[in-house]
């Protein structure tokens, strides 16, 4: 039975071997991967660093080629952590590895920042071209 407002008919996830999910994918009723329209994509895939963190989070077509996302309008994102393992930046590229403006919210790079307790302060937003987008301030 296929969701009808979804498009799919099941999930299946993939972990490995540290329990870390690497791959989701949307299957049709035949257990064949299949698009998610409102999202553009069929499976998604995680990477991790040596220590275990996130490190890419990239989005893919039913025949397994990358795409862009619907929603975001991007094909892949990369996460960059700091010495206490918190996000330090997160940026967002196309499918020809260049920084690209997400489609719903205008920045291309989210810079995090943290007050000497490890709380988030401060976070800076940035379009593609290195030009300050915006700023969230509201933890100080």
Known sequence: MMWKDLGYAQIT???????????EIYLDVEGMPVVREELGYAQTKWEY?????????????AADEPVMRKDGG???????YNEE??????????LKDKLISRNDTGYAII?????????NTDEYYW????????MFNGYT
């Open 127 to 134: 379009n593609y071209d290195d030009r300050s987008y915006g």
């Open 74 to 80: 991007y094909a892949y994102c990369l996460f960059d």
């Open 111 to 119: 810079f995090y920042y943290y007050d000497k307790f490890g709380q």
């Open 85 to 94: 393992e918190r996000w330090r930046k997160i940026r967002y590229f196309d």
């Open 13 to 23: 996830c993939e972990f490995d071997h540290f329990n870390n999910q690497v791959k």
């Open 49 to 61: 660093d040596e220590l275990g963190r996130m490190s890419k989070e990239s989005y893919f077509d």
